[in-house]
């Protein structure tokens, strides 16, 4: 009869965690990613393309950043397409998880010394916005 209990414990103890982990795993699929834009004037697409952009990449993946788009100046070649007024020289979009995701990544020591390299070739606009949840 005691095995019985004890085992009837463990079990609803396991279904109880089983049960939180699925309800946690749910609300994770529902938050909507934060979405980082940055419009930037490239002032040297030589020295933003070799010098800051390999390792601000690095740097923005380490901290769940994922490139959805970039055109214009010092990048891929793809084009910023005017639809209304002026297009930005170069314009940058990244997916990330959620807000603290950006301010992580933007606070990071190791990136604000690559931003220092990248401001010698290029000013930056930059914001996020979140997305809308599904």
């Known amino acids: 009869m005691m095995r019985s209990r004890t085992g009837m414990a463990a079990a609803m103890l ?20 934060v ?7 490239v002032t040297n697409p030589e020295g933003y393309a ?6 601000a990449r690095e740097i923005i993946k380490a901290h769940g950043g994922e490139l959805i788009a ?3 100046a010092g990048g891929s070649g793809s084009q910023v397409i005017a639809v209304d007024g ?10 990330y998880p959620d807000a603290a995701a ?8 190791a990136y604000e010394a690559v931003r220092k390299i990248g401001e010698q070739f290029a000013k930056y ?3 996020a916005v979140e997305g809308v949840a599904k």
């Open 125 to 127: 606009h930059t914001f």
């Open 102 to 109: 950006v301010q992580a990544w933007r606070h990071d020591p």
């Open 70 to 72: 970039a055109g214009g």
């Open 35 to 41: 979405y980082f834009v940055g419009e930037i004037e």
């Open 86 to 95: 002026e297009p930005p020289k170069r314009v940058v979009i990244y997916r």
């Open 14 to 33: 396991a279904g109880g965690i089983v049960g939180a982990l699925a309800v946690q795993a749910l609300h994770a699929q529902n938050k909507p990613p």
């Open 50 to 55: 070799k010098e800051y952009l390999p390792k």
